[in-house]
């Protein structure tokens, strides 16, 4: 009797310690808090007092700042699979907006983050043929080439090779063009390349510009893709060549050319976006290395 006494104790209590520890562990999964990560707890809080304009792409393509929607959009869809959330996917497509929707100062530092999967267009078997791609302008009226312009030079690589290159171009003082790339030179010396075209993968791409700091105070613009200085760094000091904003247009995945109404030259390689485009950010300043880290060290975990 007493054997079998003990015995039902012992069942009893493991049960009763089996339940608690049930309900002790659905009230940690729900309460998880995850650590910061650079002192940000998502992707959000990352230079929160300087944003002027962000693209989450969940369900739509709003600008989540003023919450204005496109103006007009070509070959858009928005779905599950982006790195936080949904993306675009734009097949030959591009979003426009009539207003500017990140405005930015004259001789201001800016920053621009986005997240791509893309492939080249070297010989690609269907579609566009070594054509570039831009996934960002801060359009300029009238103008091909924006305030700013974050691009995919998609045409310098085979169809089939993971080889991306980054490219941005800025407008000066002078009405020129000021650029940077991850190519030319020595790789590992003079650039870094990056390996994530046509993988599937997403690659986190980041342009910083500021008007001083450079070799003699110089403006510098620079390049990063998954929190690593990617561009050329005989090119990041672009002497008194300082930034200048002209108030205009956004266009996401497209060029001036591809609105309808406004073809201001006959170039056929500005070709409509191919590929995703998720978690398109802009700051009026520039953000530190440390906070591109943090940024992509979010993304990569969905915060």
Not at 149 to 173: C, F, M, P, R, W
Not at 186 to 192: E, L
Request: charged share 15%.
């Amino acid at each position: 009797m007493k054997n079998k006494n003990y015995l039902l104790f012992l069942i009893g209590g493991s049960f009763l310690a089996l339940s608690m520890f049930s309900i002790s562990s659905c009230k940690k999964s729900k309460d998880i808090v995850l650590d910061p990560i650079g002192g940000y707890n998502n992707s959000d809080e990352v230079g929160a007092a300087n944003l002027v304009g962000y693209w989450g792409f969940e369900g739509n393509g709003n600008e989540a700042k003023s919450g204005s929607a496109p103006t007009s959009s070509v070959g858009a869809s928005y779905a599950t699979g982006g790195v936080k959330g949904q993306a675009v996917t734009l097949n030959n497509g591009y979003l426009y907006y009539a207003s500017a929707l990140a405005p930015l100062v004259t001789n201001q530092a800016f920053t621009v983050s986005a997240w791509l999967q893309v492939k080249n267009t070297g010989n690609a078997p269907s579609g566009p043929t070594n054509v570039p791609y831009q996934y960002f302008q801060s359009a300029i009226p009238g103008q091909l080439f924006g305030n700013f312009n974050g691009l995919v030079e998609a045409g310098q690589y085979n169809h089939a090779s993971d080889t991306l290159v980054l490219k941005g171009i800025y407008k000066d003082l002078n009405n020129g063009g000021q650029d940077n790339i991850n190519n030319y030179g020595v790789a590992g010396t003079d650039f870094r390349v990056v390996k994530k075209a046509g993988t599937n993968q997403w690659v986190h791409v980041v342009t910083t510009y500021t008007p001083n700091g450079g070799t003699g105070n110089q403006s510098v613009f620079r390049i990063y893709a998954d929190s690593l200085l990617v561009s050329n760094t005989n090119f990041e000091n672009r002497g008194t060549n300082s930034f200048k904003y002209t108030a205009g247009e956004v266009i996401i995945g497209g060029w001036y050319n591809n609105i309808p109404g406004k073809t201001v030259s006959t170039d056929t390689w500005t070709v409509p976006f191919n590929g995703k485009i998720d978690e398109v950010r802009v700051w009026n300043k520039l953000l530190p290395p440390s906070d591109i880290i943090a940024l992509f060290k979010l993304g990569k975990e969905g915060r």
